[in-house]
């Protein structure tokens, strides 16, 4: 392998490696890529390859404008979605996409997870967002592309922050996450769907469930994040 | 083993092995049949067999009339449902019947699983089709043989295609699933399987999920499918 | 081991191995138990002691008293409910009592397992009763050979027939199941766990679901069962 | 290591290792400990820390004021609401937080578990209790420490006793369990979880589940604890 890409390529890989290994993609439903900013590409998984079957080698290396720039395989149906998303949010090193059960079953409900407790505020202090389904002209255009642009915009209209809330639910599709590195993106597609199942079993358990109350909110959140956390080493 | 069956015996008990290690079988709930069309036959698990004892030789060759051609061991009983399919659908090479849980609820519960999303849309472009119970007389009569019929009659009387809609249920029973290869059989068992958890959990989420728009369900089964598609190598 | 009570300690003793490998129990809230009724005993695994330590001579011989015959450790304390059992129908040879959750979770709620489809009448024809729970006095008086009483009761009352139906829930409490060895307990208390896993989804999907029709339940019953069957080798 | 802590370091080590192989805690969701009530200590689990990377020796020595007083590692997060309820609650050894999912999703939903059945009541007589939300200002405050007086005094108000109640739900935020020794706070955690696991399931078979009769409470639980126990050797 030649060292230009070597790194991005490893962890692209380990990256994609992980999604079955924590339950969260059958067969070849899902992809995970790792971005080098200052050479302005990334790398990807192949489309459709078996995870048994999967090198580090066969990371495609793509560019922010979605052109494959070196590879022997075609990359992820899905690569014009990352592309989009690295070239406008420049603080992300990974993302990762997914069908994740619950996760995918709250896109397909068009719903926003609601904040229900501790593990969801840990992550984020909002409600995970669910972007609306895009229109038939965008879908019929350039899908992939626009699918990045439907997250941006998104983000855009709810006043969300991309480095404070690092996931989305795309409306009949399924989840996006990311983070600054790929390692992160992969934990936050862990953390969604876990938090998306105890959503459900919530509402199961009692119908009329109520958000958690803003200072608890702000608190667990804080404990993670920022000048005053004190979580982790 | 003889030469002449080799091919289909391995593929059979390979497409059979991955049932239970896809967590789509409990005990011998389940069976996987490959045909080879120009010798007119197909291979099917033996009945009753548990899995970690069944070897490739194991294998009963049936011809597409459900007579067993060879074979020391009496084949499935559900083997003249994979005869009427092979006979009447040329194109497919290989059958899983599964009593997986969800699509079987699914089935148990006589209701078509609505298309709420792409995973599923990935597959097929209408909802999964539950066939009605059967009357007491074809239930009375020769019961698999008549299943097969019940299959062929819903496809014909819902207009469906049997190269595009590789998957049914049959109510009150359990699904089938074919497609080109025994792989892709297993594949598709697999696929039903999980877009059927997903279906719940959205209804579960949302009383009143709409069905996915058409734009998007024709954008992601042409990615997958037909002249213009880009997934996979 | 002497070899008076070698194979019903070993069939016990593999027996109750089986159960946390299929996933029905957690810790110890399970036993099972294997019958000589030839020599009037059972050996039955020993009270409250964790599955990785237990050893095919740890087997206590009870009989269908309830007396212990031998062995150094103390009986389950379930021991009573399987002597009453042995001692009233003397056609099983095994008796598996588990808290498998989706068993016992209609347990909890009191109702029948209604059957649904071909998996539950592959087994039997009739829904899955649910003792109704025991008077205070039988609780507060001899409690768990009362228990035994309950399901003799519910059956007579019932008109079931122990040969037939091989599988009880005792309301509030958990499923008892039997048959004519240890395997076929085992066997039958996983299939049971199975089925009111589906029962459960079923009435998610289709709140109105029906029973099904007698025509098929007859058909699948007959199909393993009796002079007619042709399920299996 | 040295001798002074080897026991509780080596006993809080495994507490936290059991957490993931029972399927309690995804990556570093959930904590163990366990004390020396002689030295006024307790170890308990590094901040953040991935189990696969945790040793013996990396567990923390804390005073019951919350003060670290041995270890070169931050203390979890939580760690003064365990030194508050070692503390106050001297009969305990063991203490585990998780936010396993069912349990979790119980105590976003700010009820009390429902006394259901037997499994529930072999371990307690009573419903599983469910603190309510804190306070704003005990939220700004300190915070974990308030978290242990949120426990304490939610167990007086109720009457309930910390050596018969093993086990509390703190709303939106996730359960923590004790017992005498860090094993038995850890097999407490998992019988909560398969508890709550239950008990959903039965209020979806039987909106209307009734709580168990008082007869079949009292009786289950004496089978276990008490002078009159036959469970166990």
């Not at 067969?27 to 900013?37: C, I, K, Q, R």
């Not at 052109?67 to 075609?74: A, C, K, M």
């Not at 926003?112 to 593990?119: S, V």
Request: negative net charge; contains cysteine; charged residues 20%.
């Amino acid at each position: 392998m030649s060292t230009q890409y070597k790194r991005i390529k490893e962890e692209a890989y380990a990256a994609n490696m992980r999604l079955p290994e924590l339950g969260l993609v059958l067969f070849t439903f899902g992809n995970a890529s790792v971005a080098d900013h200052d050479q302005g590409v990334f790398a990807i998984k192949p489309s459709g390859v078996d995870y048994p079957q999967l090198r580090p080698d066969d990371m495609v290396i793509v560019d922010f404008d979605g052109n494959t720039i070196s590879g022997d395989l075609r990359p992820s149906s899905d690569t014009k979605t990352h592309a989009v998303l690295y070239k406008h949010w420049p603080k992300i090193g990974g993302i990762v996409h997914t069908h994740s059960q619950y996760a995918t079953a709250w896109a397909q409900s068009q719903r926003d997870i609601p904040l229900y407790g501790t593990t969801h505020a840990d992550h984020l202090t909002t409600d995970i967002p669910c972007a609306p389904p895009m229109e038939d002209a965008m879908i019929a255009g350039n899908y992939e592309y626009e699918t990045g642009f439907q997250i941006l915009n998104h983000f855009e209209q709810q006043g969300l922050d991309y480095e404070e809330v690092e996931m989305i639910l795309v409306a009949n599709h399924a989840p996006f996450t990311w983070g600054k590195t790929g390692d992160k993106a992969v934990y936050n597609s862990a953390v969604l769907e876990y938090v998306a199942k105890m959503a459900l079993f919530t509402e199961q358990i009692q119908p009329n469930a109520a958000r958690m109350k803003d200072a608890l909110i702000k608190k667990h959140y804080e404990r993670k994040h920022g000048a005053g956390s004190y979580y982790g080493q």
